[in-house]
């Protein structure tokens, strides 16, 4: 398990090459990127993203051991950033491995849920017109009822 909260790019291809590098005990690997995205009418110049360092990894590291006692992952790799992000960045990934597709595919779905409605980052969104925090949406959390 790899858990990695930093402010710096990744390199989406070079993980992805190296989660499960000469590991012969799996038969499926299911990975995820987001990217931060303009806004459909108006531009989005920037979004921040805050977190408090200690909690944030703590909770990470929480719901990864989390998934690999639900399904039998080999590994899990989940990088997250946080600073200020143009759209077209690389936010965060998710990484699964598993010796079959159904539980690295199930594993990583309820890592995204759980990322996305539940760990501790804030979004903050900055426009020509002022900025807003992201509120978090009844659909995020109601995707979590599935697990």
Do not use: N
């Given at each position: 398990?790899?858990?990695?909260?930093?402010?710096?790019?990744?390199?989406?291809?070079?993980?992805?090459?190296?989660?499960?590098?000469?590991?012969?005990?799996?038969?499926?690997?299911?990975?995820?990127?987001?990217?931060?995205?303009?806004?459909?009418q108006?531009?989005?110049?920037?979004?921040?993203?805050?977190?408090?360092?200690?909690?944030?990894?703590?909770?990470?590291?929480?719901?990864?051991?989390?998934?690999?006692?639900?399904?039998?992952?080999?590994?899990?790799?989940?990088?997250?950033?946080?600073?200020?992000?143009?759209?077209?960045?690389?936010?965060?990934?998710?990484?699964?491995?598993a010796?079959?597709?159904?539980?690295?595919?199930?594993?990583?779905e309820?890592?995204?849920?759980y990322?996305?409605?539940?760990?501790?980052?804030?979004?903050?969104?900055?426009?020509?017109?002022?900025?807003?925090?992201?509120?978090?949406?009844?659909?995020?959390?109601?995707?979590?009822?599935?697990?």
């Amino acid at each position: 398990m790899d858990i990695r909260v930093h402010a710096h790019p990744f390199d989406y291809g070079a993980e992805c090459a190296a989660f499960g590098a000469g590991r012969q005990d799996i038969g499926a690997i299911v990975t995820f990127c987001g990217i931060v995205r303009g806004q459909d009418q108006g531009q989005l110049p920037q979004m921040e993203i805050e977190h408090y360092p200690g909690m944030t990894e703590r909770a990470l590291q929480k719901i990864a051991a989390e998934a690999q006692t639900r399904w039998a992952l080999s590994d899990c790799l989940i990088i997250h950033r946080y600073g200020p992000l143009a759209p077209g960045e690389k936010i965060m990934m998710v990484a699964t491995a598993a010796a079959h597709r159904a539980d690295a595919f199930a594993a990583a779905e309820f890592l995204m849920d759980y990322l996305k409605s539940r760990a501790p980052f804030w979004k903050k969104e900055s426009r020509a017109d002022g900025s807003d925090w992201v509120a978090a949406k009844a659909s995020d959390e109601a995707a979590l009822t599935r697990w």
